[in-house]
């Protein structure tokens, strides 16, 4: 290491420059599996200041900078690079100001997702983006992935609640992208260029969040259905009766084995797919809504529909769901967990493609996901040990990939390109706006230090 990290210890603090391998080590890994790589050190910044002098520092020595937030990430994003530094936010954990009149959160990028909505809840209100790891992931990295969540589909994700970020640029510079204003065109709209930017234009140091209303009441249910095709029907039928639940979630039979064995919550394992339905809003209009997708959820052939009688119930039946990860990821060595997209319509030929690869390759494939946005996730159940079957999964999820984006899917619906998906983004782009991103970066970031070799590789400038 030839840097001067003296300079960078003098900055924050020797508790906060971290190089000894047992230190680093954590960190050089994210949720994905199969990517890791040791930094040269880690830095945990606990002011804008420090993030802005520690960027200022890695580009006067020429070192790479991978931002970190929680390292959930299922893409690669936060894995480090060879010989960079990791610049961890997680110091930066203070929730600055709620504004309940004007329904606005200022926070510092390393808040816990839950603590942002844990905090809205206190004022009556609610802050809608709820990703899988709310528990433990940052406000940080959900902007700069852009997540989305099991109330997308009612709600929207991430992006529909950032009014305004403050950024530290590639050069150290700190900007401040967009505003308090329900309506602001004043010129480009910077702040959603770095939104779902993955730590590659800059670091996310504050953010501002629109918050709503906290719906009074909600209702879930669970429908059980002999076939995913005829969950599927349920689900447009739902949609064509104007109904926009809060959640629509499905799990297959695989899941739903591996959940009940795991979370005992009395699911009938049997059954093919099952189908979570969340409404929320007046309570007037939420026991109409359920009582409506009920009989739908009959009507198109359900075998039996649970309705939760309160909030409890309700909770306990959403674990099923909120578990699939956790309850999958301990039946095999290595969990490879995926996020292809197609447009709702086209799901059930998805799910019925993912399962039929999985024959046709010998692999165990468990899939569950957002069915109300189109979004799967089918979840490898592999051994990273064993290079024989690992070759059959590529194959498989290349073709997976190439099936996705001939349905006019997208490679990725919620946890980015990073490493993992990098070489899928070229199938799925054509070449006008693959030119068109790289050029993005090279006008925010040309010397190429902020999380470099992620989304896409940049040709060497010319000398
Ligand atoms: C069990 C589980 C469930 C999940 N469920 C969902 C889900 O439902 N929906 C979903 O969308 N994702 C989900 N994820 C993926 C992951 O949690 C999200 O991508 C999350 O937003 C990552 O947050 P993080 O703080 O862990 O970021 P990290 O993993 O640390 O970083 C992610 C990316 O963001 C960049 N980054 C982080 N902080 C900043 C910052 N302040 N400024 C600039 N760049 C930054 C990093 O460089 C990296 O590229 C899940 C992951 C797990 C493990």
């Known amino acids: 290491v030839t840097a001067p990290l003296n300079d960078l210890r003098n900055l924050v603090g020797a508790d906060h420059l971290l190089t000894e391998p047992v230190d680093v080590i954590p960190y050089s890994f994210d949720g994905t599996a199969e990517l890791n790589q040791r930094p040269m050190a880690v830095v ?37 690079v060879p010989g960079g530094l990791v610049l961890g936010l997680t110091r930066l954990d203070r929730i600055l100001e709620v504004d309940p009149n004007n329904l606005t959160l200022r926070a510092q990028p390393g ?18 983006p709820d990703p899988g790891s709310l528990k433990i992931s940052t406000i940080g990295g959900n902007v700069a992935e852009n997540s989305g969540g099991l109330r997308g589909l009612k709600y929207g994700v991430t992006r529909d609640y950032v009014m305004a970020l403050q950024v530290v640029l590639a050069d150290g510079q700190v900007a401040r992208l967009g505003s308090a204003c329900v309506k602001d065109v004043a010129g480009y709209s910077l702040k959603d260029l770095f939104i779902g930017s993955e730590g590659t234009l800059g670091v996310i140091t504050e953010v501002l969040l629109k918050l709503v209303p906290r719906p009074e009441a909600r209702k879930t249910l669970l429908a059980t259905f002999p076939s995913m095709a005829t969950a599927a029907r349920a689900i447009t039928a739902i949609i064509a009766a104007r109904i926009i639940p809060c959640t629509l979630e499905f799990i297959d039979q695989t899941t739903l084995r591996c959940v ?11 059954a093919a797919a099952v189908l979570l339905m969340e409404t929320d809003g007046h309570p007037a209009a939420v026991a109409d809504e359920a009582a409506r997708m009920e009989a739908i959820a009959r009507a198109e052939g359900a075998d039996r529909v649970q309705v939760a009688a309160d909030e409890a119930e309700g909770a306990r039946l959403a674990t099923a769901r909120r578990q699939a990860f956790s309850a999958l990821a301990r039946l095999r060595p290595t969990t490879i967990l995926e996020d292809v ?14 399962s039929e690869t999985a024959r046709r390759h010998r692999l165990q494939i468990a899939t569950f996901g957002h069915m109300g946005d189109g979004n799967l996730h089918p979840t490898f159940l592999t051994d990273e040990r064993d290079a024989e079957e690992m070759a059959r999964v590529h194959l498989a999820l290349s073709e997976i990939v190439d099936k996705t984006i001939a349905l006019g899917g997208t490679v990725t619906g919620e946890h980015g390109v990073g490493l993992a998906k990098k070489a899928y983004l070229k199938r799925q782009y054509d070449p006008a706006s693959y030119t068109l991103l790289r050029a993005v970066k090279r006008a925010l970031d040309p010397e190429g230090l902020l999380n470099p070799g992620k989304i896409f590789d940049l040709e060497p400038t010319p000398p």
């Open 111 to 128: 808040v816990i997702t839950k603590a942002i909505d844990d905090e809205a809840a206190r004022h009556g209100l609610m802050y809608p």
């Open 44 to 80: 945990l910044p606990g002011t804008t200041e420090e993030v802005a002098a520690c960027v200022a520092w890695a580009r006067e020595h020429r070192v790479p900078v991978v931002t970190r937030g929680s390292g959930t990430g299922l893409s690669g994003g936060s894995v480090p």
């Open 341 to 354: 997209t197609v447009p709702r319509t086209r799901l059930a030929e998805m799910v019925a493609f993912v």
């Open 260 to 270: 009940e064995d795991y979370a005992k919550i009395g699911l009938p394992v049997d």
